[in-house]
């Protein structure tokens, strides 16, 4: 089950519970819509009734309080997007970064040596960029700025993951973006409206583009790029990756990405060989 305030609008029952199907199970994935207060009583009673899951926003820091252990990555990202029971202790992990990982991946490839001499402008300093961020680093990006609203916010969000990386005003964003060659946007621009969080006009030719907001039918924003010719995705194949990495942490299988991807009637975006 997922667990989130609000989520009625999660995707992941609809993936996870064909995911479920494909490999012949009854179990169900639901959701439970709770208010912060909530969490750690259902949490625990999820340890005893041997129930596994999903946690969204806004309570995947407030969860990393209310399991008994947590893995090494959700300890990086400092929140718990996923949980099971082992041995009859509540685990806590975090497979956004997972699922970022996989997003990268797809756009630049995972060689080290591209991604060392790769430099990264991101968009946001919250929970979304945490992640991104130690996807970032574990592909071995070393060129990294981050554009954000609130720089202190950002500061301090290094500082806590020890990345080495710049820091940029929001209203200093043109020059940031000079010699960028992958843009990210980590802030929910985009999500409710038609709003860019960059304009098209100051993306290098060469910039590829990765949004984390996912709608039906891709932002607008992803859309405007690939139609000027960059590279670009949203958020939808990290969300379906870091359930995929969830799915496979409770279930010990792989996950049956196809039937995932299925699930949501769309198929996952294929960029042409990089230039
Ligand atoms: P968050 O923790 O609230 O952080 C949002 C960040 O965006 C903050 O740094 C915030 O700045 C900044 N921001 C908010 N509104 C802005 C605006 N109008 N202009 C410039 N900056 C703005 O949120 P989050 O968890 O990182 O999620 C961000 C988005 O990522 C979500 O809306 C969601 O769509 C997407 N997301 C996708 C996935 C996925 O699997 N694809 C997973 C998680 C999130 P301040 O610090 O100044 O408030």
Redesign the pocket.
Known sequence: MIIGQPVAHSLSPIFQNAALDQIGSAVRYGRQELAPEQVPAFLAACASARVAGNIT?PHKELAMGCVQWTTAVAQRVGAVNTFWTEGGTLVGHNT?VA?ASA?LRALIGSTPAVWSELPVVM?????????TLIALQDAGARAITIV???PS??AGLLERLEIDARVVA?HKAASALQDARLVIN????G?RDDAW?VEIGLLPPRAAVLD???RRGETPWVRACRAAGHRAE???R??VE?GAAAFECWFGVPAPRDAMWDALGIRPVAHPDPA
């Open positions: 926003l956004d699922g997003a968009f946001g300093a919250g929970g979304s960029a945490a992640a954000a609203r609130t916010r950002a929001g980590a802030t929910p621009v999500l969080p984390l907001v996912y949203d958020g939808l990290m969300l870091q």
